[in-house]
């Protein structure tokens, strides 16, 4: 089995470290560099749990091989708070109660995030479109939507507050 040196940025801190050719990028994540929250379903492109931003685009890290990723940077769902306040994702999660079980959520919320960086107010029509591949088995979705709903309102909130609210 060839073996390669290969480096990941993950959630802004470097990491150097060694993979076989068949190391998938959810493995080397959780196994290799201890970040756990990402969660293995499937392992067929099926179910989303496993959903990470790679260089800023959401993917699904059972798809994805270690060695693809060389170089590149990743964001989890550990990333997702600063100084331990909640991203608004996660407070929309919270806050609408987007989760039972929480296995699909960080994928969700990755995914999500991907949607709302390229769309800041999205209708239900679009985050239900952005969430097609995150597979949920215990809310329905429809808190999931909300949750959503709840993020890109309070992201536009807190633009609006740091453009000084916007009327000058
Ligand atoms: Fe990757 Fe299911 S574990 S899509
Ligand atoms: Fe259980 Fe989504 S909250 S799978």
Known sequence: MAEHDI????????????????????????????????????????????????????????????????????????????????????????KEHGLQCGYCTPGMMLAANDLLERNSDPDEAEIREAIEGNLCRCTGYQNIVNAVEFAADEMSAEATATDGGGDD
């Open 7 to 94: 480096e990941l940025t993950v959630n802004g801190t470097d990491h150097e470290l060694t993979v076989d050719s068949r190391t998938l990028l959810v493995h080397a994540l959780r196994d290799e560099l201890g970040y756990t929250g990402t969660n293995v379903g499937c392992e067929s492109s099926t179910c989303g749990a496993c959903t990470v931003h790679l260089d800023g685009d959401a993917v699904k890290s059972c798809t994805v091989l270690a060695v693809q990723a060389d170089g590149s940077e990743a964001d989890t769902v550990e990333g997702l708070a600063e100084d331990g306040t909640y991203a608004p994702i996660q407070e929309g999660f919270q």
